[in-house]
């Protein structure tokens, strides 16, 4: 801060002094419809699925949306699972070039942020996972009144508000060089677009009534879409404040078996900070991992090379209990 240069260079000085000397930059100011634009995309699934909800105490209910939100569900979140996050983020395999560009489509049709922004903020993350410098850490000092709801909450929610950009240079310079890659993360908004538009098509394509179009539409695209969003953001809140640490590294993370399955393997999030290049995060046995056993059918039709899979001897070289 100003004030505290200005302190240690001038000792002698009186606080007053130096207020009246150096008065107080203003804040930046912050546009506002970033948060208006954010506040839209928390809430609109919440009112999908009151209007859902609605429909079925209605009798309006037909199990195909569900099968259809389902399928969207599974195919975009390992867009992101697999695509942004461990080949993209963290070069845990190396994919052929179509691929690549399906993974890039699949995780930006997930509404959380174009490629290249995700995999900046995701490695900015774990450069300084948990310390001053990571955008979605809910450690707070133990001193702080309600210090984990609050940080829990910044975690899975606040720090969209904060309007933080990571530098994509620093961060994702290989990124950055992938022309194919550069295409799709200018491509993000209209594949939003897409992400919703189809879920319509398809709920109007099989009956033809327009109204199953709108409801294959809140199925499995708004509601779908809030229901990824809240878990994935439950690995930045909840695997770093609850759940099991059977591995020793810097972070807070922790494993929450409960989410393992509808996150498709991420809630293993102990294991994959210890070893984040890591193509398997489930690294123990009977931990489901279907991003894991994903890439294990690329590779054995030979679209993924260089897989990076767990080794047992450094497995156990980092147990907690070493």
Known sequence: MQIELERTAFPAQSDDDLEALTPLAPRPH????????TSFIILAPFAALGIIIAQTVNGDFALRNVFIAVGFYIVVAHGVSVGFHRLFTHHAFQASRPLKIAFAILGSMSFQGSVI???A????????????????SPVRPTSQRFGRIR?????HIGWF??????DREKYAADMLADRDL???DRLFVPLCVITLVVPFGIGYAITGNFGDGVAAFL?????RVGLWHHVTWATNSLCHLIGKQPFKNAAASRNVLALSVISMGESFHNAHHAFPSLARMGVDRFQIDTSAMLIRLFEKLGWATRVRWPNPARLEAARAHR
Request: hydrophobic share 35%; aromatic share 10%.
């Open 30 to 37: 912050k546009p506002l419809w970033p948060t208006l634009l």
């Open 117 to 119: 922004g995700w995999v």
């Open 121 to 136: 903020d995701h490695r900015r993350h774990h450069q300084f996972a948990d310390r001053p410098g990571d955008p979605h």
């Open 151 to 155: 940080g829990g909450l910044h975690a």
């Open 161 to 166: 508000y904060e309007q933080e950009s990571t």
């Open 182 to 184: 550069v295409l799709i």
């Open 219 to 223: 199925w499995a695209g708004v509601l």
